[in-house]
């Protein structure tokens, strides 16, 4: 237990300084936020990858389940709103993708190492895909597929794998560099995180906990029939479940924001599966 605390509380210490950040201090986070999408993110995927020692079919088994695992979650989504009737159609977006990147790859890190974080960066990679297009799609009612061929992290999760799989060698002085600006990614994606936590302001707080149990109860139990599915073990099974269970991403609330579609109660819904998140992660690693 002594281990998962000292995995988690650091973490959420970082999340804490962010928070008080926001509250003292009102500041532009954009350049940061652009900083590890499209410079710091990419070069820790690479780099991670790279080095890992993840086979073709580790691979190919945690892109096939993340496609499987959103879809479902979608699907169940979809369900949802049709029996309630629900026209907060922005709701889609913290229901069904988890915070697998600014939240996940740090869990992933310190939890299970390099060889978590290569898988867990992966996870977030593909469910990105959908994000950028399904989800865009649901909000703004634009099939923007252009979206997609925007996201750095894509093009460096398929060069890192390459250069793994075929072992092409990286010039030590290049991948260094790669290396120590991958660095920045970590901490600067929970600085982000707890500063734009400061931003939200609570609505609808009961459609807001259901939705974020639904993300993290529901997201749990379908990666756990999945992997109990497919007889997935190890390593992978464990990120699978972990990445599954994580809280609502922040970019659903950027695109519902950008798009002016239930901003406010997507705000609300990863603010309080945020919080939630405090508790379940910690029992979650304990599972594992």
């Given at each position: ?39 710091a993110g990419p ?15 580790d691979f190919l ?14 699907l169940l989504a ?211």
């Amino acid at each position: 237990m002594i281990e998962i605390l000292n995995t988690v509380i650091p973490v959420f210490l970082i999340i804490a300084i962010g928070f008080v950040i926001g509250k003292k201090r009102k500041i532009d986070v954009q350049p940061i936020v652009d900083l590890i999408v499209y410079i710091a993110g990419p070069s820790l995927i690479f780099v991670s990858l790279a080095k890992s020692n993840i086979e073709l079919n580790d691979f190919l088994t945690m892109v096939i389940v993340t496609v499987v695992f959103t879809s479902i979650l979608w699907l169940l989504a979809y369900i949802i709103f049709k029996i309630t009737k629900s026209k907060n159609y922005g709701l889609y977006l913290p229901m069904a993708h988890g915070n697998t990147g600014y939240l996940g790859w740090p869990i992933a890190l310190f939890a299970f190492g390099i060889a978590g974080l290569s898988r867990a960066v992966i996870f977030d990679a593909v469910a990105s895909v959908f994000l950028f297009s399904l989800g865009i799609y649901v909000v703004h009612r634009r099939n923007e597929l252009k979206e997609i061929f925007k996201i750095p992290l894509i093009y460096a999760l398929i060069l890192g794998f390459l250069f793994n799989f075929f072992k092409i060698p990286v010039p030590k002085m290049a991948f260094s560099a790669l290396e120590m600006i991958g660095m920045i990614t970590i901490p600067a994606a929970l600085l982000v995180l707890g500063y734009k936590l400061t931003e939200i302001k609570l609505k609808s707080a009961k459609i807001a906990f259901l939705a974020s149990l639904f993300k993290i109860g529901i997201g749990f139990l379908v990666a756990f029939l999945i992997v109990a599915l497919f007889s997935i073990t190890g390593i992978t099974r464990n990120i699978i479940l972990l990445e599954a269970s994580m809280p609502s991403a922040v970019f659903t609330m950027i695109l519902c924001q950008k798009y002016k579609r239930d901003a406010a109660l997507v705000a609300s819904t990863v603010l309080i599966s945020t919080i939630i998140s405090i508790f379940t992660i910690p029992l979650i690693l304990l599972i594992l």
